[in-house]
C-alpha cells in the first residue's frame, strides 16, 4: 500500500508515513543550483523509551520515516566549469515507511 500525502492533507495532524513532493536546490562546486521538485518520504513514526534498572537505564523503541522503494534520478546542473560533471543524482520516492535508522541510507540523530 503506498500513502500519498496531498497539499490539502492537514500535516499537524498527519500520523504515519508517505511520499509527498518536495523541492530543492541541486548544488555542488563549479555548477550553478538547479531548482528541482520530486517525492520524498515525510511523516512520524511512532517511538517510545522505557526506564530500566541495567545500563544502559533505558529501552528504546526509535522508528524514522525512510524510503522502502526508490527511483534513483539524474538531474544536468547547468553552467558547470568544463572539468565538473553537471550530472547530479538523487532519490526519488516511490513507497515509504516506518523503521530502524540505518546509517547507510538515512541521516540518523541521536541526543
Known amino acids: 500500500t503506498v500513502v500519498c500525502v496531498s497539499m490539502t ?26 531548482h528541482i521538485t520530486t517525492e520524498a518520504c ?11 534498572i541495567e545500563p544502559p537505564y533505558i529501552h528504546r523503541h526509535h522508528r524514522v520515516c525512510t524510503y522502502s522503494r526508490i ?12 572539468n ?3 550530472l547530479y543524482h538523487y532519490p526519488m ?9 540505518s546509517m547507510e541510507d538515512t541521516e540518523c540523530q541521536t541526543f
Open 42 to 52: 515525510w511523516g512520524r513514526c511512532h517511538t517510545w523509551e522505557r526506564p530500566i
Open 71 to 82: 527511483r534513483h534520478m539524474t538531474a544536468r546542473l547547468p553552467g558547470c566549469l568544463p
Open 84 to 86: 565538473v560533471s553537471p
Open 93 to 101: 520516492a516511490l513507497q515509504c515507511h516506518c523503521t530502524f535508522c
Open 9 to 34: 492533507t492537514p500535516l499537524q495532524s498527519f500520523r504515519g508515513c508517505a511520499v509527498r513532493e518536495f523541492s530543492f536546490v541541486a548544488q555542488k562546486p563549479g555548477c550553478k543550483g538547479l
